[in-house]
């Protein structure tokens, strides 16, 4: 079955960094665009980062552009969010997605999630 696991989480100071991996297994992981979602406490799950198959194309939401880059390791099945200049707005669960559409029925798979949290 389908597994994503994330982690490098917690806690870090405004201004620093972190990177979060996300192990994917139970699927074809250098077929499928992969992405980084995150949810705030009582917000909606938002999607922050997107990444092609072979990893040419990168997408990103407007409030991480120049901060936060995705990438991918095909041989190691994992995807990496890289988050620079972290700011509190940043404080959130993050989840790994992947999703694909299969005889007209939609596959989405999340990860449990991390919690990145940005204090001083």
């Known amino acids: 079955q389908v597994q994503l696991v994330e982690s490098g989480g917690g806690l870090v100071q405004p201004g620093g960094s972190l990177r979060l991996s996300c192990a994917a297994s139970?699927?074809?992981?250098?077929?499928?665009?992969m992405n980084w979602y995150r949810q705030a406490p009582g917000k909606e799950r938002e999607l922050v980062a997107g990444i092609t198959p072979s990893g040419g194309t990168t997408t990103y939401a407007d409030f991480v552009k120049g901060r936060f880059t995705i990438s991918r390791d095909n041989a190691k099945k994992t995807v990496y969010l890289q988050m620079n200049s972290l700011k509190p707005d940043d404080t959130a669960v993050y989840y790994c997605?992947?999703?694909?559409?299969?005889?007209?029925?939609?596959?989405?798979?999340w990860g449990q999630g991390t919690q990145v949290t940005v204090s001083s």
């Open positions: 997605n992947v999703h694909w559409a299969s005889s007209g029925w939609l596959y989405v798979y």
């Open positions: 139970g699927f074809t992981f250098s077929s499928y665009a």
